[in-house]
């Protein structure tokens, strides 16, 4: 007997077991999703933009916390104090000295020079004048007169001119002494010298010719009307080394003529005591640390904010490079974490647009121009941050919600506000204020049919600001004189600029529709007006197509409500879906005559040819009409890839008649593309099933519904809807809505005898799958 195994069931187990490691082996290794998602071309590109977008903002941000945001006048919500000893220039010190030092410097008096040269001519010639007069009588009365002579002093004066040294003597040092003296002792007029004696400075400035000035104590000057002007003049007169009886002689002439010998220079008084008050040093105030600048509760001044722009800098000059760094790089950091983390919200939740590299660009462009000027304009006017704070981040809220959905502005916009906080040192309860204003934008703009919604969501964010701004400064402001004023100030610029950014939203929605290439529901309903004019050309031309056109808006739009898409945005395509009929109306059987089928002397091929070609001619309409890029998919992708069977069917005949190949299926196809929209499929669906119903010779409610479940069917066995995310259960509640639909635009009516009578004369049965082509163009 052969042997038996000790364990039977050990050799089925081991080869289930290389089995299932064989299926292991041979089965494709599952990629990380990881590895998947960091291998697309369009992750490195997001990759790139967001840490170009990262460093910029994040430069922004670290910028904008080292500036000075205080305004004068305002209540501060904190207290400030030095960290780093400074100096700071005492102004009002300086002024007091350099005041002090305008009134010490001495005036400045000028020589009377004609007054010096008469009186030192008259006396150097007074000797030889009366030289060879022996007496009284023999000198002129006039010289006698001017110089009261008596023999005594005649005979002294006559002594001085015949003898050559005492000549000399007189001319070289005797009249230079004096004039030398009258010279440092100043006579002024009687006003001049009042006035000099009422100024504090101890000094005057006497100045001869270009001679060096020279500084006198202003007690040597003399007064020209003074009691002691003869003592002070016979001081100098005998000072100057004469002697009796010529002493006499001259005192007696210099009081009977007496002149001023000094005149005040205003102009160079002027510019010695400003030269003074310029040469005044600089008086400082030290400011050590632990000194207060300013503290919570005081209306700034502008010496306050002076001197926190000066401990700023004394701050900055004196840091380490960590200490200067690191601060910049926990904003740097706070600015990554930020936006990597709306990143991956947009990758998980909008991937849309996380697909479009230029949408990334363009996004990140708006948020770091909404900072940086939010940064630049709060640095610029302070004072008025409740608006330079706010408005930036609605105005990002506004386009988002227009350019995309409430969900991505919501995200984005709470990331702009978050980064504008963060930069300009906003309380937490400064950054709810905004949030509220963003919610409440993002909530009002839901769908943007008319203008008067924008008007109404920027009033409405006006309020929010406003109100907010309100609450949070009653709760954060201290309460004291002037804050309730502050307040609602604060509070009104909030809502300005609110009311700022709809005005500016109003002016520039045609560019960002151009930009983001999008279509707002105002451009929408702009463009179902029947007056617009390719829809009044389609009236004139194909008449036919243009009702087509509205009963599937119709039909459309009532689906895609139902189904939740846009419902606006699919009538309007609807509306154009079939403009390319307008070049050649007579070939579609809707904007027939009857009996008229251009199409009975057309070869199969070439009808297709044409019934094709209104997708094309559509699309060139579209574009060269401006109509927006987004109805474009409608025009284009309405028929998707489906059969003409038509022509296909009658193409078939003819090959078999003529003994010919088979046409290929594919040659007969629309070139799509196929739908890519839950609105498209819809389109698609509603314009099959109204064609073929208008068809129907006898639409009964059990016929629409067969025909319509049908149609649904074969498409998407057809793979019409693969690329769409339309899915089983939207399709269902399609078919369901057309079916009610059609059903009531094709109901029982009252059946007249006339009507009756004639129409069983002239009606003529159609088939219920034929298209509005003759007889079918349209797959069923």
């Not at 306050?304 to 800098?313: F, K, N, S, T």
Request: proline share 6%.
């Amino acid at each position: 007997m052969p042997d038996t195994p000790k364990n039977p069931g050990s050799r089925p187990a081991t080869a289930s077991k290389a089995r299932r490691e064989q299926a292991k082996r041979s089965a494709p290794k599952r990629t990380p999703k990881w590895r998947t998602i960091t291998q697309r071309p369009s992750t490195a590109r997001g990759l790139l933009v967001g840490l170009l977008f990262t460093l910029l903002i994040g430069a922004i941000v670290a910028w904008t916390r080292e500036q000075p945001l205080i305004a004068t006048d305002s209540i501060m919500t904190n207290t400030r104090l030095v960290r780093t000893e400074f100096k700071v220039i005492d102004e009002a010190g300086t002024d007091s000295q350099r005041e002090l030092a305008r009134i010490r410097a001495p005036r400045v008096y000028r020589a009377n020079k004609s007054v010096f040269e008469e009186t030192q001519s008259s006396l150097e010639s007074l000797p030889k004048t009366v030289a060879d007069a022996e007496n009284l009588i023999k000198v002129a009365p006039g010289i006698v007169d001017r110089f009261q002579l008596t023999p005594v002093q005649l005979d002294a004066l006559r002594a001085y001119a015949l003898d050559d040294a005492a000549s000399d003597t007189w001319t070289g040092q005797l009249v230079p002494a004096l004039m030398e003296k009258l010279r440092w002792a100043p006579i002024l007029d009687s006003e001049t010298w009042q006035n000099e004696i009422q100024e504090s400075t101890r000094n005057i400035e006497l100045r001869y010719d270009e001679d060096e000035p020279f500084i006198r104590n202003k007690d040597g000057a003399i007064n020209i009307e003074g009691a002691r002007l003869e003592e002070r003049i016979t001081t100098v007169v005998r000072s100057a080394g004469f002697d009796a009886p010529i002493d006499a002689m001259i005192i007696g002439w210099l009081l009977r003529e007496p002149r001023p010998t000094y005149v005040l220079d205003e102009e160079a008084t002027r510019t010695n005591r400003n030269a003074a008050a310029a040469a005044a040093p600089l008086q400082y105030i030290t400011y050590e640390p632990g000194r207060e600048i300013y503290r919570r509760g005081d209306v700034l001044t502008e010496d306050q904010r002076e001197v926190d722009r000066r401990e700023r800098a004394a701050t900055s000059a004196v840091l380490t490079t960590p200490q200067r760094w690191l601060p910049r790089l926990g904003a740097l950091l706070a600015t990554f974490l930020a936006a990597g983390g709306v990143g991956f919200y947009l990758a998980r939740f909008c991937p849309r647009i996380t697909r479009n590299p230029m949408r990334v660009i363009a996004i990140a462009s708006i948020v770091l121009a909404a900072t940086a000027i939010a940064a630049w304009t709060t640095i610029q006017t302070p004072g008025a941050i409740a608006l330079t704070s706010t408005a930036p981040t609605i105005f990002v809220a506004f386009i988002l919600v227009i350019a995309y959905d409430q969900r991505t502005a919501l995200a984005i916009s709470s990331l702009q506000a978050l980064l504008v906080g963060v930069a300009l040192h906003l309380p937490a309860e400064l950054f709810i204020t905004v949030l509220a204003g963003v919610g409440v934008t993002v909530w009002k703009l839901g769908e943007i049919r008319q203008r008067n919604t924008i008007i109404t969501a920027g009033v409405w964010a006006a309020g929010a600001l406003a109100g907010g701004t309100l609450a949070t400064e009653l709760l954060t402001l201290p309460q004291q004189g002037g804050a309730l004023y502050q307040i609602l100030i604060d509070a009104g610029m909030a809502a300005t600029g609110g009311l700022i950014v709809t005005g500016i939203i109003l002016l520039v929605l045609p560019t960002v529709e151009r930009v983001f290439d999008i279509t707002t529901g105002m451009t929408l309903i702009e463009l179902r007006d029947p007056r617009n004019p390719i829809l009044r050309e389609m009236q004139a031309r194909a008449p036919g197509t243009y009702n087509h056109s509205l009963a599937v808006a119709t039909l459309a739009e009532s689906a895609a409500e139902k189904i939740g898409a846009d419902a606006l945005h699919l009538y309007v395509g609807a509306l154009y879906h079939d403009i390319g009929k307008i070049n050649k109306p007579d070939y579609f059987i809707e904007n027939q005559s009857q009996g008229i089928n251009k199409h009975d002397k057309l070869a199969p091929a070439m009808s297709l040819l044409v019934i094709v070609g209104h997708v094309k001619d559509g699309v060139e309409l579209a574009r060269e009409h401006n109509l927006p890029r987004s109805l474009h998919h409608y025009i284009e992708s309405h028929h998707g890839t489906t059969l003409v069977e038509y022509f296909y069917h009658q193409a078939k005949q003819q090959a078999d008649q003529a003994e010919q190949d088979q046409p290929s299926e594919i040659e007969y196809r629309y070139p799509g593309p196929k739908p890519r929209t839950r609105e498209a499929a819809t389109l698609m669906l509603t314009d099959a099933a109204e064609s073929a119903t208008r068809a129907m010779p006898d639409p009964t409610p059990s016929r629409i519904e067969t025909l319509v479940h049908k149609l649904a069917s074969r498409r998407l066995m057809d793979g019409q809807f693969d690329e769409c995310d339309l899915t089983l259960s939207d399709l269902h509640t399609i078919e369901s809505s057309l079916i009610k639909g059609l059903i009531s635009m094709h109901h029982a009516r009252v059946a007249y005898p006339e009507a009756n009578k004639a129409n069983s004369k002239s009606g003529t049965a159609m088939d219920p799958l034929a298209d509005k082509t003759a007889p079918s163009t349209r797959t069923a």
